[in-house]
């Protein structure tokens, strides 16, 4: 008989190379229950809700050496993944062309917005308004009030030139801040003008209509919305504050972001103000930040940007320390 006549019949067992049981890590083998309970334990943090990609990144700077591939089936296997996001049926729209903040350095330009957040008991409506940084993501100052007035918008924009990070860039490097904004009536108001104009801080605007321009706090909105206002209900004012100290505590100084190199924005501030991190531009004329030197040793995900910038600074040879009677003339 032919051996074309033979039909395959599958045993029913998965098709392909058996899935590997270890992973690496600094030349150790670890069983792969290992590697999901440290994964388990980089998502149990409150609004460290982080995807497979990150994880990657995040397990690699703890010396695995594992692809996103295998993260994500191991993720998948111990139930880790976020729910998958429902969106509806594309439709067809024209886009526009929008100009987006360049990145300069920290605090050039900031973006303002303001969100609607609901108090369940209560049954009403408070502002929540954030100042956000585009460059390293950074929220600097924020606040959630029954009543939001121009005047509220100015002393948060005396809050912003006197935070600590802040006035560590506008000192060091002399930085002029814009404040980007849309066209509501707290951010046209004259008293909020006066005291810009006062302070030296220019105030640009976004065409009406287009959010697309203020991108990066309407993203972080999104951020509120699926990690704070879907994941909680709030008896009061005095509660709703609470949580969102707690949220943008650990979005400041915890939670670590695929944007800016997989470190959480206060750290990546010092990186940046080190010298570590540089910025690039691809061939879609689109900036994007690497590393001009690699951690060396390698850091784990707990070590501190100073230490980091210790081992770099230490890394280089310095021939000052060493005798000189010590030295070959060879």
Same mark, same amino acid.
């Given at each position: 008989m032919k051996r074309s006549t033979y039909y395959y019949r599958g045993k029913g067992s998965r098709?392909?190379?058996?899935?590997? %049981?270890?992973?690496?890590?600094?030349?150790?083998?670890?069983?792969?229950?290992?590697?999901?309970?440290?994964?388990?334990?980089?998502?149990?943090?409150?609004?460290?809700?982080?995807?497979?990609?990150?994880? %990657? &990144?995040?397990?690699?700077?703890?010396?695995? %050496?594992?692809? #996103? #591939?295998?993260?994500?089936?191991?993720? &998948?296997?111990?139930?880790?993944l976020n729910p998958p996001v429902r969106r509806g049926a594309p439709?067809?729209?024209?886009?526009? #062309?929008?100009?987006?903040?360049?990145?300069?350095g920290p605090f050039r330009t900031v973006e303002a917005d303001i969100k609607y957040v609901h108090i369940h008991e209560e049954n009403r409506n408070a502002y929540l308004?954030?100042?956000?940084?585009?460059?390293?993501?950074?929220?600097?100052?924020?606040?959630?009030?029954?009543?939001?007035? *121009?005047?509220?918008?100015?002393?948060?924009?005396?809050?912003?030139v006197n935070d600590p990070e802040v006035k560590r860039f506008m000192g060091n490097q002399r930085v002029k801040i814009v404040i980007r904004t849309d066209n509501g009536p707290q951010f046209i108001a004259r008293a909020?003008?006066?005291?810009?104009?006062s302070l030296g801080i220019a105030h640009e605007f976004t065409m009406p209509g287009t959010p697309q321009q203020n991108a990066h706090i309407e993203s972080f909105? *999104?951020?509120? %919305?699926?990690?704070?206002?879907?994941?909680n209900v709030f008896r009061d004012i005095d509660h709703a504050r609470e949580i969102f100290r707690a949220f943008y505590y650990a979005y400041n100084e915890t939670r670590a972001m695929k944007s800016?190199?997989?470190?959480?924005?206060?750290?990546?501030?010092?990186?940046?103000?080190?010298?570590?991190?540089?910025?690039?531009r691809d061939k879609r004329n689109k900036d994007f930040f690497f590393f001009r030197e690699k951690p060396f040793p390698p850091t784990g995900i707990g070590s501190s940007p100073e230490d980091l910038i210790w081992a770099n600074k230490n890394?280089?040879?310095? *021939? *000052?320390?060493?005798?000189?009677?010590?030295?070959?003339?060879?």
């Open positions: 098709k392909g190379k058996r899935p590997s %049981t270890h992973t690496v890590k600094g030349g150790v083998m670890v069983p792969n229950e290992a590697v999901v309970q440290e994964i388990a334990r980089l998502v149990e943090p409150e609004y460290h809700d982080y995807g497979y990609q990150l994880v %990657t &990144e995040l397990l690699r700077q703890m010396g695995y %050496t594992i692809n #996103k #591939k295998k993260v994500y089936r191991l993720m &998948e296997e111990g139930n880790l439709r067809s729209r024209a886009f526009i #062309k929008y100009a987006v903040p360049p990145l300069e308004v954030t100042f956000l940084c585009t460059f390293c993501r950074y929220a600097p100052v924020w606040d959630l009030q029954y009543s939001m007035k *121009s005047k509220d918008i100015a002393e948060l924009v005396l809050d912003l909020l003008a006066e005291i810009l104009e909105h *999104s951020t509120v %919305t699926r990690l704070v206002c879907n994941r800016l190199l997989s470190y959480p924005p206060r750290k990546f501030l010092r990186l940046w103000e080190a010298g570590i991190v540089g910025i690039r890394s280089i040879f310095d *021939s *000052s320390v060493l005798n000189p009677l010590e030295i070959s003339p060879v």
